[in-house]
């Protein structure tokens, strides 16, 4: 069974360009969800996808965008980067099935704006 | 909203004592599940444990066990024997039944002194 995995692993990026990062499922999830970590804090929940549609966002504005592709994998694009967009993004996968949603977690990416 | 607070930033335990982590969370659902998730350095988020809101027992993993007060909306996190390798950030974490918007808490920075 493959885990959850994400790439790049680092990315390093200017005030105002654009950045895509990606993740694929563990085998068998069809739920797709994407947290944001800053440093010294818990991840906040950004946005889900699930059967390549948005399925839920948190308080995050629209230049924070995904997608879900039919195998699953999943982007997560960041326009106009903001120095506070500095932080570790993770994705996370679960089952349809699982009523607890269960979340999955990837190494994630180490995004930093300068 | 759902709400997830951790009050310990920082906690230590002997190696081979026993450790609480304490959680308390507010939700105005009926029915959701609380998680604990361990982040070691390398950073990949793992899930401890979870516990389903609508069962009264307690549930165990091995050396980790909750006690989960429904009416006090507290949900700790005890680790027996404890090891050298669960030194960790400790994120407490609640979602609602069939979604999957997770609420992670601050979180809690174990370490173990051997």
């Known amino acids: 069974e493959t885990g959850v995995t994400q790439s790049p692993t680092h990315l390093i990026k200017t005030r105002g360009q654009q950045v895509t990062l990606r993740c694929s499922s563990q085998s068998g999830h069809n739920t797709v969800s994407w947290y944001q970590q800053a440093l010294g804090q818990g991840p906040q929940f950004i946005f889900q996808y699930y059967r390549e549609e948005e399925n839920g966002r948190g308080n995050f504005p629209p230049r924070f965008s995904g997608l879900q592709f039919p195998n699953y994998s999943s982007e997560l694009n960041v326009n106009a980067l903001e120095l506070d967009d500095s932080a570790l993004y993770l994705c996370?996968?679960?089952?349809?099935?699982?009523?607890?949603?269960?979340?999955?977690f990837g190494p994630g990416t180490r995004l930093l704006v300068l | 909203a759902q709400t997830v607070t951790q009050s310990q930033p920082e906690m230590s335990v002997q190696e081979a004592e026993t450790v609480t982590l304490s959680c308390t969370y507010d939700t105005s659902e009926s029915d959701y599940y609380l998680f604990w998730y361990k982040q070691p350095p390398s950073r990949q988020m793992i899930l401890v444990i979870r516990q389903e809101a609508y069962k009264q027992q307690n549930a165990t993993e091995n050396r980790f066990s909750v006690n989960f007060q429904k009416a006090a909306k507290s949900f700790s996190l005890k680790i027996s024997d404890s090891q050298l390798g669960d030194a960790a950030m400790y994120f407490c974490?609640?979602?609602?039944?069939?979604?999957?918007?997770?609420?992670f808490g601050p979180g809690t920075s174990l370490s173990v002194i051997p």
């Open positions: 974490a609640s979602g609602q039944a069939s979604y999957d918007k997770v609420i």
């Open positions: 996370a996968s679960s089952l349809e099935w699982d009523r607890a949603k269960t979340q999955y």
